[in-house]
């Protein structure tokens, strides 16, 4: 089954880590809001320094893998998870662990840009403050400026500092809540649509953004857009009604995919 480009679509030069090893790996994974079943025995292995876009028609369980990732699910009431997670080969699940340290470790950048009604400053050092990552002002203003940095917008804003997070453009909120998200050193990176109120010159510049930050950290990308899927991922896993149908290298996916599900899918006979 091969699917031709014709669509617009352009697979990544990016490619993946030749020997890249498995930072975060789903095993059997099952999930319930009630007695509603959500997500069906998702078996599933996230590589370092790569990332991986999750794809699929709304309602297929994307958000919801997402959100079991972070252990957001266990704020809502009626809720059930069997099977495991790993992050380096630990059990996120397990009875002795923190939800709130695994929280810490996997950074959260929501579809709006939704920076706190505070300044720049301190929309970054939030996180570092109230987790006790830093002890003094020269510790936070470095941890400022690094996140700042590896968003990408240290120059442009180093001297508004002190101005609201809210009367930055829409580009500007939304990198300013990827340095919020990096500011507490996490290990993973979960972006649910994160350019979708973006125009597309904003957008093109969070995907190179997206594509510089894999070198510091793994990231996980839930996007509707194909173009965008094939252009920043290197490995793409394609969902439906609750069940990972496919997933693989981005380029296999979106060139020769397996089920006819996902061909359908990318080549927006659906969705």
């Keep these: 089954m091969e699917v031709h480009l014709d669509q617009g679509l352009h697979v990544s030069k990016h490619h993946h880590l030749a020997a890249a090893q498995v930072k975060v790996d789903i095993d059997s994974l099952n999930f319930w809001y009630g007695h509603k079943q959500a997500l069906f025995d998702i078996n599933l292995a996230i590589f370092e320094h790569e990332v991986t876009a999750f794809i699929g028609p709304s309602g297929c369980g994307k958000s919801t893998l997402l959100c079991c990732l972070n252990r957001i699910n266990d704020t809502l009431d009626h809720t059930r998870l069997t099977g495991r997670i790993t992050l ?6 397990a009875p002795d662990v923190d939800p709130v340290e695994v929280r810490r470790r996997f950074g959260w950048v929501a579809q709006k840009p939704n920076p706190f009604p ?49 009367e930055l453009s829409g580009g500007q909120q939304q990198r300013l809540c990827i340095a919020r998200a990096i500011a507490t050193n996490p290990q993973v990176i979960l972006m649910d649509e994160p350019c979708s109120a973006l125009d597309p010159v904003t957008t093109a510049i969070i995907e190179d953004l997206i594509d510089e930050l894999r070198q510091y950290y793994t990231i996980v990308i839930i996007t509707h857009n194909m173009q965008q899927a094939a252009r920043v991922s290197q490995r793409t896993a394609f969902f439906h009604l609750g069940r990972l149908l496919e ?21 927006g006979r659906y969705g």
Aim: glycine share 6%.
């Design 88 to 93: 380096d080969g630990a059990d996120i699940y």
């Design 118 to 166: 505070s300044s720049v400053y301190k929309n970054i050092a939030y996180g570092p403050w109230i987790q006790q990552l830093v002890n003094n002002k020269a510790e936070t203003d470095e941890v400022v400026e690094r996140s700042l940095k590896r968003a990408g917008m240290w120059d442009e804003i180093k001297d508004r500092l002190n101005e609201r997070g809210t």
């Design 247 to 267: 997933a693989g290298e981005s380029e296999q996916i979106f060139t020769h995919p397996k089920t006819r599900q996902c061909e359908d899918y990318i080549t």
